[in-house]
């Protein structure tokens, strides 16, 4: 159907065409026609006429035999030019026609292609007959390469396969990224607990296998005075491991030490104060410099070294006092450590505390230490099954 219209919608145009020509062609025939015809006569006129048709006859003949002629040749270059340009016309309507009937039936085989592929399952030798097949389109001259139904069913295969890796690549990410989120920072510093542990049991059997002590051999990657602070910290904290309250002076001075511990001295600036009570430039070094009237540095007097070593050392017959005026950095170190301790005394309370935490899970104080100890290692499996039975979602 579709190339029987196209026929008759491309070869209507030029049939008019041959019409107009062959019209045209007519009409020139019979202007000639009338131009070739003598006018009326009279009687006399007519038989003198005769007479002398009679006498040249041959002249007559010629004359009337020249315009048919000349009508006829024309007639026949016009004919056959419309009859090569009609020819032509269908010629490439027929074309046009092959074409689009090719790429219909190329359709309806993609279509019954994809269809036998869903219904038929795995085919092992797909792969070698599509590329035998499509060998043999290329080696032929002059015809197109078409895909075959089992080069189809190939390349289906070959997209469900890439399919089912993606998907299980998926899957593998989504529960490596699931398990990583489980692991909570509790649950990572447990396992680096875990591998020191691995590590100074593997570095002691090694120890024991070669016959050498794992501790002697420890030490000696330790200086003199590593080992001297490390003694001296395990005898501050065994001192501090009494952590029950006896009176309030023990408590005040507990907490005297560990307000030392916080305390970070101003070297600095004590240097620069021990200078100039040793009579040195603040500016230069603590060794002893001379200085000269052309030096840009100032020389420091007598009274100022004075009142400089009065002040930094100072003793029960020094009349200096309160003359200290503490920087920015100092008050704001005060107050931090005031705001920490009002907050740290606030937090003490349980009840504070727990209202800060939100949802109450106890009943008592005892059910929620007991609470506290089972969620660090059952928090990890009921975190979700809580969310569900919050949500409602739960079975």
Excluded: C
């Amino acid at each position: 159907m579709p190339a029987t219209r196209a026929s008759k919608k491309k070869a209507a145009p030029k049939k008019t065409k041959a019409q107009l020509a062959a019209e045209k062609a007519a009409a020139e025939e019979s202007i000639v026609e009338e131009s070739t015809q003598p006018p009326p006569q009279a009687p006399e006129d007519v038989e003198m006429s005769v007479d002398t048709q009679e006498d040249q006859p041959a002249a007559s003949s010629s004359k009337g035999k020249g315009p048919d002629t000349t009508k006829n040749e024309t007639l026949k270059e016009v004919v056959s030019e419309v009859l090569a340009e009609a020819e032509t016309a269908v010629e490439k309507v027929v074309e046009k026609a092959d074409e689009v009937m090719t790429a219909a039936g190329d359709f309806i085989d993609q279509m019954t292609g994809v269809e036998a592929v869903g219904d038929s399952g795995k085919d092992d030798t797909a792969p070698e007959k599509s590329r035998s097949h499509s060998s043999e389109a290329e080696g032929g001259e002059g015809s197109k390469p078409k895909v075959s139904l089992e080069e189809r069913r190939a390349k289906m295969e070959q997209l469900r396969k890439k399919m089912a890796a993606g998907t299980r690549a998926n899957r593998d990410s989504l529960a490596e990224e699931a398990a990583r989120a489980k692991l909570n920072a509790r649950e990572l510093a447990r396992l680096e607990r875990q591998r020191k542990l691995a590590e100074t049991l593997r570095i002691k059997a090694d120890a024991e296998e070669r016959g050498e002590d794992a501790e002697r051999q420890k030490n000696w990657e330790y200086t003199i005075e590593e080992n001297d602070e490390w003694e001296k910290k395990l005898a501050r904290k065994k001192r501090r491991a009494d952590y029950e309250f006896h009176d309030d002076a023990h408590a005040a001075r507990r907490r005297y030490k560990k307000d030392l511990d916080q305390i970070k001295p101003d070297l600095e600036t004590y240097n620069q104060q021990k200078a100039m009570a040793m009579g040195l430039n603040p500016s230069t070094s603590n060794a002893l410099t001379t200085f000269s009237s052309s030096s840009s540095a100032v020389a420091i007097t007598g009274e100022q070294q004075r009142l400089a070593h009065e002040n930094l050392y100072r003793d029960a017959n020094t009349l200096i006092y309160g003359d200290n005026k503490p920087s920015d950095d100092a008050i704001d170190r005060v107050v931090g450590k005031i705001n920490k301790d009002i907050e740290k005394k606030a937090k003490f309370h349980r009840k504070r505390v727990n209202e800060a935490e939100g949802d109450i899970t106890y009943i008592n104080e005892h059910n929620r230490v007991f609470n506290n100890k089972i969620k660090r290692y059952y928090d990890k499996y009921t975190t979700e099954i809580r969310d569900s039975f919050e949500r409602g979602t739960a079975l």
